[in-house]
Structures are given as structure tokens and as C-alpha cells.
């Protein structure tokens, strides 16, 4: 009959394939004279097919899609041939779904968790921590940093494949205490569809004890060597004594670990002078890990008149000139000369005195004599500048005085 001429049918379908998708052609016999045949579906997955004439199709819909990562690799039927309700012969089906990339990694939690590191035990160029993700297709996955984000240049990604995180530059606490990561994996990224994730890694900086003790307050060497230079603390003995820039005080730092301090006197001056031992040196067993600040104490005889100007507004001109500097003259054609007096002096004139602008300018300075200098090669001729604080200030006793000085600025042969 015509059913003997049927056979196993191979074939294969991709995921997410419409409704009617085209399985395979029924081979049966066209004898013109022979019995009618009658052709059934069953078996386990049968309902995932439909026949329509001598062919096979996929029997999928909105609501039930054809998924590999939910209903395996292969999808298995039998058709059963029939004739004159005579069940002839029964082929087997077997239809393998071709994986489509269609789902989105996913990082694993676990490996994307909030991380503490020691800004000592992390070196440069090691990997760091490692993140992994997973994707239900099975493609390969690739790894990346967003460069967008601030703290990306602290870490880089030698091999893609490997989600290994290297340190980039060194960590510093003091500078940075929590980084934030931005990572992206990616699967195989030469197929057609790409699917990607991202994922924000914190990273925690753990102090070190890396840092020497200094004391308070701190002047950095430069902005760009930040150093501390210690202060000199200094009281008048005429008064309660009370320092200058404060009371001597010191901090660790390493101001996550913040060990505690020792002070003690280097210099006693034959036994004057006490000090508390939690406000001097401190010293560690490595001999780099320590600190001195001097205490100046100077005997002074009483303060009794802050200084003085003998006017509240200087006025004066210069000529401007291609030359680099000129001094600034009164309309008398003398040097102009803004200089205060000092009742506690009998001359009036306190050694002590120094003179500054406020707020500092970039065409004049003031000279510690109180001689006014003006950049000439920058100043434009019949400009006035009035600079809006000349002070000074008595160094000893911290007292300052200040006045306006108004300067124009004459074109050659005005004056």
C-alpha cells in the first residue's frame, strides 16, 4: 500500500518561529488505484505540529512560543499511517529546535556584591576580583568597563572572555575612600542580535597604615605634593597662652585606622615647660612614621597700640610703559610709600610690620618696606585701579590695619 513508502522524518526549526512554519514533506505513495490513506499525529510532543496536505508545520502561536531554553533541543512525534482504518506503518519525528540568541545575560549576584579592599594589599596590574554572568542561549559572554563612568580609570579588563577586573592605578584612601564600576557583559558579539547588561560594582577603600602623623593645621607643600609642612606654634608671654595657629595638636593620617597620639618635648629649655603626653612626637617602629612641630615662645614687653595709617586712601600714578615693572608714584613725584605707624615704637616704625593686597592682585604688589610696584607692561593707559586693601599686619601680635589705594594709570609724557 501507499504507507510502506513512508519514512523517519528529520528536520529542524528555529526558535521563535510563526505559526505554519514549514517542518518537513510526507513521503507516501501515489498509486492512482491503490486504497486511501489516513494520516495521524501522536506521541509526547505532537501537538507542536498540524498536517496540511502531504506536509508538516508548525503549530505555534502568540501565547505559546516555540522556546530551546524552555522546551529542549528536540522536539519528538510519530505519524502513523493508516489505510482502511488499518494502521500500516508509524514513522518517528524528530525536529531540532536551532537556538536563536534571544535572552539577556545575567550577571550572578553573588559576583557583582559591594567589595572591601585595602588601599596596601591591592597592587597594580593584579586582578582586583573577577564578576561572571550567565546567558540561557549558552553564548560566550564579553566583558567591559563603561568608560563613562568617574572611577573607570582605576581598573582595566585584559582578556574580555574572562570577567577578570584589573587594578589600573594604585588606591588611595585619603583621595578616595568608596569607587563605583560600571560593567557590561555582553553575548557573542558577532552574531546578528545583541543582547547586553550592565551591572554597578562598589568597591570600599580600607585605610592602610601608610601615612605619617602631622600636626594641625596642614600646609601642603603644593597642590600638586601634597606634603604637610608642620607649623610653628607661637605665644606672647604677656598674655593667657594661647598659640598661634592654634593649640598644638596632631592627627594620624591614616584617618580610618586613627591611632592614638603621644606628644612629648624634645627641647625643655631647662625644665620650663610641661606638655601633656597625649599633645608632641609620636613615634612608631617604622622611624619614617613620626612628626615634630616647634613651639616658638617669644618674651615680648606689653602691646599697647595696634598700628596705624596716617590716612584711609593713597593716591597715586603710574606710567604705562612697555618695561616689566615701574613703582608707583604720588602726584608730588615721590615714591608713594604706604607705610604704617606703631605708637608702641618711639620712632613709630615696627620692624615687625608686613605689608599685603586684599584680595592679592596680578598687576601690583606691595613691597615689605610698603613701596607699591605695578606690572606697566600689562596696565592700560587711562585706567584706574583702586585696590581695595593694602594691610598691615604687626606679626607678633597678630593686630592689622588697612587702607584704599588708588592708583592711575597716565600714558608717557602725561605725567
Known sequence: GLCRDGSDIFASVRENSPKGQFISNISIGTDPGARPVRLCLTGRNADWFYLEGRSIRLNSSASRVLDREVHGSVLKAELTCYEHDVMQIQNRILVEILNVNDNKPVFLQESIQPLSISEQLAAVDSVLFSVKAVDADGDEIRYDIDRSSADTWFFRIDVPNSGEVVLNKPLDFESRTCLQLVLWAEVEWNTVERFNVSAV??????????????????MLVSQSFPVCVNPVYTANIDQVLEFCPGPIKAQDGDRGINCPLTY????????????????????????????????????????MFPPVFNRTTFKGFIIQNSSPASIVSTYGNQVLQVQALDPDFS?????????????????YQVTQEGVLIGRTDQLQAFDR?????????????????SALVDVEVLQRGQA
Do not use: M, W
Open 347 to 363: 620712632d613709630g616704625l615696627n620692624p615687625n610690620i608686613r605689608y599685603f593686597l586684599l584680595p592679592p592682585s596680578g598687576l
Open 264 to 303: 612629648s618635648i624634645l627641647s625643655d629649655e631647662g625644665g620650663r615647660f610641661v606638655i601633656d603626653n597625649r599633645t608632641g612626637e609620636l613615634q612608631v617602629d617604622d622611624p619614617l612614621k613620626y612628626s615634630v612641630a616647634t613651639v616658638l615662645v617669644r618674651v615680648l614687653g606689653e602691646n
Open 201 to 218: 560594582l562598589t568597591i570600599n577603600v580600607q585605610d592602610g597604615d601608610d601615612q605619617y602623623p602631622h600636626f594641625l593645621p596642614c
Open 385 to 401: 585701579h583702586v585696590l581695595q586693601q593694602v594691610v598691615a599686619r604687626d606679626e607678633e601680635s597678630g593686630e592689622e590695619a
